[in-house]
């Protein structure tokens, strides 16, 4: 009796201090509003409930203990006629209290000294996206794999590895409703960046229109937890940050006004730090967002993912660049296409794509680095260590590398006939080839600082352009598959 009563009062002074009601304390720590008046009537709790009670305390009395302020929420004119915001409908395993911006300062500083991540670089990203066809033609290949999947009920279920800013996703999205345009979809994409995020999630109220039977589970987790949803660890399920937005409204525009509005919710669900040893972004809180219209709520029963019950037997999984090209091998196998791999189910397929090289693009960069070829490892490379790494678990596994011409596809630089000529090449075009040319290469910085002292790059990326007219690049892939039952 006594360590429950210290139980209640070290609730007691932390919804004070926060200044929360002890039935929101409740349903944040073990998804119970009733759990503080159950524990002074003298209902016996679990020591399981016990230690994830005090565990959540622990995680929040740093953040307690120092100034916080509420941000302001700016609500439009929208929000004002609603009966409720979709924010007061999100269903969350935990809120963590709004840090102060001197705090979020501070935890948003890099170290000074940490290992270079060629991705991080949004600029760079930014522009390849917007300038090359990569995406379309992945979202294409992807496209192909479709007319091979044997989806059962209750829904037809993807998972994307890797969802960028969405434009893979959303054209893989169009041509499912095509496909099969009266099936519910369970959609899974794994994102840490807090912009690709915002970016993928605003292209998804056409879609939320088109097909209405679609649930839509944007994660940060990590490539061995996010198709089941679920962190590994026990600290980290006990923290999981789980959102439930059910879309009200029937139009793209109402779908549109309701995501803009998880703004702050993803800022605080979608932080990282940096890890000491790779430089590689963890994240701070595991977070999950589950999005779905809520007229078809009902319909969708089965197919709306519940914490804890989520499984991982996908029908297609899209793991599109999902490492980095200089990784090893077994790198590659171990942390992102072995744990995929176990998440296919019956009849299920994962298509991997990565850069292959051998193309202009990589010419350019030869010519300044003359031996430089960062594709270490191809599609047959990293089969042969996949089979290797399951063992004997891979008996019901298909691995397919297939034939050049069917692996292997381009894409292009996209440039406008007057761009390119033989008379001059526009700088602006230049300097978006070479981005593109160092994009893919995953060039570091701190390499590309002597090179661009002097014109010599530019040169070799206009003596490229010039010879084949215009720029592209390859792409390769390979299919694993799980046998049908």
């Not at 992945?138 to 009920?153: F, N, Q, S, Y």
């Not at 109220?205 to 097909?211: K, L």
């Not at 790494?389 to 630089?413: C, E, H, I, P």
């Not at 090179?451 to 892939?477: K, M």
Request: contains cysteine; glycine residues 6%; hydrophobic residues 35%.
């Amino acid at each position: 009796m006594d360590d429950e009563q210290h139980l209640i009062q070290e609730i007691e002074s932390y919804c004070n201090a926060a200044g929360i009601a002890e039935s929101t304390f409740g349903r944040q720590a073990v998804n119970d509003g009733k759990f503080v008046g159950r524990l002074r009537a003298g209902k016996s709790i679990t020591m399981s409930t016990v230690a994830k009670v005090r565990q959540f305390l622990k995680d929040r009395q740093r953040p307690l203990n120092e100034t916080h302020v509420e941000l302001p929420q700016k609500k439009s004119a929208l929000d004002k006629s609603r009966r409720a915001t979709p924010i007061k409908k999100l269903q969350t395993q935990q809120a963590n209290p709004l840090k102060s911006p001197k705090e979020r300062q501070i935890r948003g500083r890099e170290p000074e000294k940490r290992q270079f991540r060629f991705y991080d670089n949004r600029q760079k990203y930014l522009l390849f996206v917007n300038t090359c066809s990569e995406k379309w033609a992945v979202a294409e290949r992807v496209g192909m794999e479709l007319g091979h999947i044997h989806p059962k009920p209750p829904a037809l279920r993807i998972f994307d590895a890797g969802m960028g800013d969405g434009t893979v996703l959303t054209n893989v999205m169009r041509q499912m409703h095509r496909r099969f345009p009266n099936f519910p979809f369970h959609i899974v994409g794994k994102e840490i960046s807090l912009e690709d995020v915002r970016l993928g999630l605003e292209k998804m109220p056409d879609r939320f229109h088109e097909h209405p039977a679609t649930v839509l589970i944007v994660t940060n987790l990590y490539y061995t937890e996010a198709p089941w949803l679920a962190p590994r660890s026990m600290e980290a399920a006990a923290a999981l940050n789980w959102i439930e937005v059910p879309l009200s409204g029937t139009s793209s525009h109402a779908f549109h006004e309701q995501i803009k509005d998880l703004q702050p919710i993803l800022v605080d669900g979608w932080q990282v730090k940096s890890s000491n040893k790779t430089g590689n972004p963890l994240y701070e809180r595991p977070s999950v967002l589950v999005l779905y219209r809520e007229d078809h709520k009902f319909l969708l029963d089965r197919v709306i993912p519940r914490i804890g019950q989520a499984k991982a037997d996908h029908d297609l999984i899209i793991a599109s660049q999902p490492y980095r090209a200089r990784m090893p091998v077994e790198f590659k196998v171990e942390k992102v296409i072995a744990p995929l791999s176990k998440a296919l189910a019956p009849g299920g397929r994962l298509l991997g794509v990565h850069s292959y090289g051998r193309d202009p693009g990589l010419e350019i960069i030869q010519k300044i680095w003359p031996e430089e070829n960062p594709f270490v490892s191809n599609r047959h490379d990293i089969l042969k260590t996949l089979k290797t790494t399951l063992g004997k678990s891979r008996r019901d596994l298909n691995f397919n590398a297939y034939s050049d011409k069917r692996a292997l596809f381009q894409y292009v630089m996209h440039t406008l006939p007057s761009e390119i000529s033989n008379v001059s090449i526009g700088t602006s075009t230049l300097f978006a080839a070479w981005n593109a040319a160092i994009y893919v290469a995953q060039i570091e910085d701190e390499r590309l600082e002597p090179i661009i002292q002097d014109v010599s790059y530019l040169q070799a990326t206009r003596e490229v352009l010039s010879r084949y007219s215009g720029l592209w690049f390859n792409d390769e892939s390979f299919v694993v598959s799980r046998k049908r039952d």
